[in-house]
């Protein structure tokens, strides 16, 4: 799955256009590396989001096309 659309179905990030606005802007790694929007992300990799100050380490858990909200949290699990 691309990186922008897991930030948005995860709600990590609430749209998917501020996702690939992030990614392109350097703030976001995936396994340590520079990202881009169309990366590829799967079950095992380590999301790193620069938020101003603020640094926000998740690792991926499961790939869901589509969740519910109160679902959303079992893609991920905060380092």
């Known amino acids: ?3 922008d659309k897991f930030l ?3 709600r990590l990030i609430k749209r998917r256009t501020v996702a690939a606005e992030a990614a392109d802007g350097g703030r976001i790694t995936v396994n340590g ?3 881009k929007p169309s990366t590829s992300v799967k079950e095992g990799d380590v999301i790193t989001i620069s938020f101003g100050t603020k640094e926000v380490s998740v690792r991926v858990k499961a790939i ?3 969740t519910k909200k109160e679902n959303a949290d ?3 699990d905060y380092l």
Request: no cysteine; aromatic share 6%; proline share 0%.
């Open 8 to 10: 948005k179905v995860s």
């Open 74 to 76: 079992e893609m991920f």
């Open 33 to 35: 590396k520079t990202a």
């Open 64 to 66: 869901m096309d589509s």
């Open 1 to 3: 799955m691309r990186l």
